[in-house]
């Protein structure tokens, strides 16, 4: 009756619908198991149809999608190309795995009124980050921008429970983000008030003639500094550190694997594809704010995480340098840094996803922070959590066989090939500083006696099983790197369009 | 001269009010006002996306019977419209976080917060 | 506040009205300002007064907070599932063109259609919140 080629026409609308169509739905049955079920069932949709849409681009091209079929300029379109495919799988599988994890660690961590509801914003989250990397225009990228930030908000607030620090946490992302969003918005009004159209395509193309403009350049600028603030790109990433810290160990997962990842995806599109023809003011804006930036990120964060006792504060400082290296693909400003960062941006996604699962695990039984010092000795207790994260921790280093090892190689690579010495003494530098937490966990697990408090912690199938899966990726893309080094490869060329 | 920047006097609200809601957002403790301070700052832009779309001798883009009406620009109205719901959900948020807090720490001034947050931490 | 007996009046006479005011605003956002938010904060702000003036519970009578949900989720499903139906038809998403006879009958229908689920959602989102806030016992575990 339903025509399967109709279905198969609409998946850019539908990826974006159906989340966001399920999740009243799944705050109105008050069971939180069938409201686990429908937030599976559309996060799993939402893989199939980014599955399907990336092979669909990689053999056919770009897809242009127009909403309520209103041609551009006027209509509002949906983009799916070679980086935007990238992005949307990356989104939605990281997706699949915090959904599964969620239902166990959810249910220890946040209060009983919440948690059906909880799934409700889960779905809100994903939908409109989905959103956030396919649309094509300036407004409705503000729209799901807000969307996912605002739920994301809420997620960071369920971990009130276990301690209340996550309502202060989660009001400075609140107000944040706002004031982000907000810049994100006067940027696009002064864009708007000298070319008269919303529509990205189209603002690429008028503002090509309009190179010199101040109203362009005051534009450009507010939005940078609004994404900046949803990248965590240091200066303003003081949200990151508190907010990842005291949310439930599943909404960190969600977070951080998806969050900033669009954010950063966002603003390579506005430095790259957007700004085409401006050279000179391009390469203002990378070389005197986001380089400076970016290494200031990759040394604080590393030497911060060092001292740091509390694990999830010690991931979330590791996160900022991380971000810092995906940044610095981005400062080179050549095709090879772009790929490297997309590279980084998909491995740091599994990486930091499987970290905060393996703490998730740990803190189920306990209802404190975890410190280093729970550590110890969790080799003889929960032996699949401590292999899997092992791995996972080893990967985050950078040792050959690991993804980590794959994105470093193409990182150093580009800024080898761009000659820029001190940035790549900085990254070896912070490569070898990164030993000093890494070892510690590492240390921890394997070589120390548990102390009493840990025996009473057991291992949960529903909960290690995807932290395992995700630490089997993180080995078998790191030796088998062509999936998504080619992906992107295919991605870097479709946003930087000088290099044909 | 005179003309150039008297003439543009919406502007210069927009400006003033921008900066005053990002002052008060900076530089208040109390975790209220500064909610109050990001709605002022929000209202500023809408006021300069509807001073953008006004065109001179311009009606409300509503449609009368008429021919040759000079209307202004509807767009921006409709973006505002979409930014305004954002904004009251946004300090819909804003306020029940700002409760919980109250419920939790017995205070809403962000100084002794971060001193009960202090002490939290050398837990 | 429910002892005054102006007050009660006043209120019992005028809720009647606001309502049938938020409603002409909703349908009539085509010709005049108005549409789905605006009425729905009018009819929210109905069933507002009257809480205020008689009571919490009496509020609640009224609207109960399952029926409160229902009305938030039907609102949002219904702006949505608008937007699905002409998927349907093998059109795009939010094609509202092919919902009667002509392109510009369909679109009249699809935009009151959604604006009266932007105006549910809105109202029970209101209602909702003003309950939210104002029932706060200060109780959350």
Redesign the interface.
Known sequence: M??FS??QN?LP??QV?VP??LA??A??VTIPFLSWLIALFGSIFCLYSSVSLFLLVSEFGKIN?????WLPPYGIEYIIDDASAFMIVLISLMGVFATTYAYQSLKNEI?KKSQSKVYGMWLLALGGLLGLVTTGDA?NL??FL?ISS?SS??LV?LG??N???A??A??NY??IG??G??FY??GV?LL??ITGT?NIADLTLKLSELTNNNSMKAGISFIIIGLMVKAAIFPLHIWLPAAYTFAPSAVAVLLTATATKAALYVLSRILFTLLFNADEFTVIILQWILLPASIVAIVFGTIRAIFEKDIKKLLAFSSLSQIGYITIGLTLGTASGIMASFIHIANHSMMKAALFMGVGAISIKFNQSIKLDNLKGLYQIMPITSISLTIVILSLLGIPLTIGFVSKVYLLKAVFNHGNWPILFIIVVTSFLALGYAWKMIENIWMKQPDNMNLLVKEDPKIYFPLFVLAIFNILFGIFAYPIVNSAFKASNAIFWKVI | MIHGILGIWNYWIVIILMMTGLFIVISRHNLVKKMVGLTIFQTSVFLFYISLGKVQGGTAPILTGYKNTLYSNPLPHVLILTAIVVGVATTALGLALILRIKNEYGTIEENEIASLNTEENSK | MNDDPILRVCTKIIVGPIVLFGLYVQFHGDYGPGGGFQAGVIVAAGFILHSLIFGLKEGRKLVSERINLIIMVLGVLLYGGVGLISLYYNSEYLDYSILAHDTKHGQHIGILLIEFGVGLTVAGVMLILFHLFSSWKGDSK
């Open positions: 339903i025509d109709v279905f609409s609308a539908l619908v966001l169509l009243p739905v705050v109105l999608y127009y909403m309520g079929g209060n407004f503000f729209v807000e605002l908000v809420t607030a009130s429970k301690d209340k620090r309502l202060t989660a009001f609140l107000l706002a004031v969003a907000t918005v006067i009004g708007y008030s919303l």
